[in-house]
């Protein structure tokens, strides 16, 4: 996978995203305080890069393990929308 995102990981603080690494603000998030909508979204965002990670690497072991037992529908469901979410998050089609 080629990287078009800032590399991870991230962190939310008071409506930033910002890049542990840089310290760079990545985006600003509408926030009032202490809305814990607005909170779980920020934190959601913030883990975008572990998640994208971590879903590639699912996809990959599901992928090898495909010959060494019977796929069945959920794990082929799996393996689509791991897919799809990887391809959005991408940049690809949703």
Do not use: C, W
């Not at 975008?48 to 037992?69: C, M, N, Y």
């Not at 082929?76 to 089609?93: F, P, V, Y």
């Amino acid at each position: 996978m080629t990287t078009r995102h800032t590399p991870g990981p991230y962190y939310f603080k008071d409506g930033m995203i910002v890049s542990e690494d840089t310290g760079e603000t990545l985006a600003i998030l509408p926030y009032h305080g202490d809305e814990p909508e607005q909170i779980a979204t920020g934190i959601l965002l913030a883990a975008a890069p572990e998640l994208l990670e971590a879903a590639t690497f699912a996809i990959r072991v599901l992928l090898q393990s495909e010959g060494h037992r019977i796929q069945d529908d959920y794990t082929e469901r799996t393996i689509n929308d791991l897919h799809r979410a990887i391809l959005k998050a991408e940049g690809g089609a949703e």
